[in-house]
């Protein structure tokens, strides 16, 4: 009898929120090897195989993929590593969408040109690759600007300035946050609702099959950039909904993407003009496919991984539940953690608790999303209750540090 042989999948990037690819992959009966740099990573241990190496270098990516004959490759919910999958598997012949766009979507200078070469509407925008082109370029911009590396995400490196008071040190905090050196400087859009638009689609043969857009929240005592959770339905009008998605579609088209998911953010201004701010060809961070799965009662991480594998999808996406969320749980202060109390008020909403801190363990300041201390998942009634709950959520729940 002829032995079986498992196809294997190559994961790049082992971080708590990225074991659910590895664990689905092994689910759905995939050999799993895993990339990562860093030593610590969690995927490890779940992953049949581990490589120490950085996701981001494309040609030792390829060279690993080429000797264990893989069937695919995926970049789950990492915007850095996307780009390397999109290079190795259009050099082997695997499932993927175009390198070319996914590198334009993974850099914000690059997305800004393809987006004015293109006919969507953009903001004032520049790329630089040194401090003192950019600092010298003060006066070409009307303010607020927003300043931000090309190739990060979870808002890390940005900043948002009403006068030119802070410019040159903005400038430093994007490029500490580069990895190519490289950041860009645009003229900050000013939205007609209450929150950022954003979340996740899923592209099939070239069509958003799933629109999961949703309500991005902030904390503006900590850092106004940095999500800190989001909840479903969108607040916005029909017709900004419909515009939104007409450009989004176009957008799709543009770029020849041909399957997979994308996760966005955007805004419509006091024109009733569609501004698409960050694109990534990935799944969302901060567990929303998950979210995605409780309002569509849908696995995109499934989807994502077959996707990646060339398998057939069988698209059976319901109707959206409503008053779904999520939010990160994070400090204001730096500390040790002890625990975490959340109110009688709360409680009862909460359908999911996912902490990363265990006692003892550092808690950062919370100024990137990657400093979160875990996501909680809500159902709530109605949009008015969700809404006021969420507005209000740092009275909620109070994270307990220990004498450092």
């Not at 996406?317 to 625990?339: C, E, M, V």
């Amino acid at each position: 009898m002829k032995d079986f042989i498992m196809k294997k999948l190559l994961l790049l990037g082992g971080s708590a929120q990225q074991v659910i690819a590895i664990e689905n992959a092994k689910k759905l009966g995939y050999y799993t090897i895993l990339c990562d740099y860093l030593t610590d990573n969690p995927g490890q241990y779940v992953a049949d195989k581990f490589y120490l190496d950085s996701t981001t270098d494309k040609e030792k990516i390829l060279q690993i993929a080429e000797n264990e004959k893989i069937d695919g490759i995926v970049a789950y919910a990492s915007d850095p590593a996307a780009p390397t999958a999109a290079f190795v598997a259009e050099k082997l012949g695997l499932p993927t969408n175009p390198y070319i766009s996914v590198e334009t979507l993974c850099n914000k200078d690059k997305f800004r040109d393809f987006l004015k070469n293109n006919g969507f509407n953009t903001p004032l925008a520049m790329g630089f690759a040194d401090k003192e082109s950019a600092i010298l370029s003060i006066d070409k911009f009307s303010f607020p600007v927003i300043i931000k590396p090309v190739d990060s995400s979870g808002s890390k490196g940005a900043t948002v300035l009403k006068s030119k008071d802070g410019f040159e040190k903005a400038v430093e905090f994007a490029f500490s946050f580069s990895r190519g050196n490289r950041i860009v400087i645009e003229e900050f859009i000013e939205k007609n609702h209450p929150y950022l638009i954003g979340g996740d689609l899923f592209v099939s043969d070239g069509r958003v099959v799933m629109w999961g857009l949703m309500n991005c929240h902030r904390d503006s005592r900590v850092n106004s950039l940095v999500p800190v959770g989001k909840s479903y339905p969108p607040i916005i009008s029909d017709e900004y909904l419909n515009a939104i998605k007409s450009t989004l579609q176009t957008m799709i088209d543009k770029l020849k993407i041909k399957s997979g998911a994308m996760n966005v953010e955007l805004i419509v201004d006091n024109r009733g003009k569609v501004f698409l701010i960050d694109v990534g060809p990935r799944n969302g961070g901060n567990m929303i496919p998950d979210l995605l799965g409780y309002i569509f009662n849908i696995d995109v991480v499934e989807m994502t991984i077959k996707t990646a594998m060339g398998d057939k999808l069988l698209l059976d996406i319901g109707k959206p539940k409503q008053y779904y969320a999520t939010h990160n749980l994070h400090s204001s202060k730096r500390g040790i953690f002890d625990h975490i109390e959340y109110s009688k008020e709360i409680e009862k909403y909460i359908i999911r608790k996912c902490e990363y801190k265990k006692t003892g363990d550092k808690v950062e300041y919370f100024d990137n999303a990657s400093k979160a201390l875990g996501i909680i998942f809500f159902k709530f009634d109605s949009e008015k209750q969700m809404i006021d709950m969420l507005d209000n959520i740092s009275n909620l729940y109070k994270v307990v540090l220990k004498e450092d």
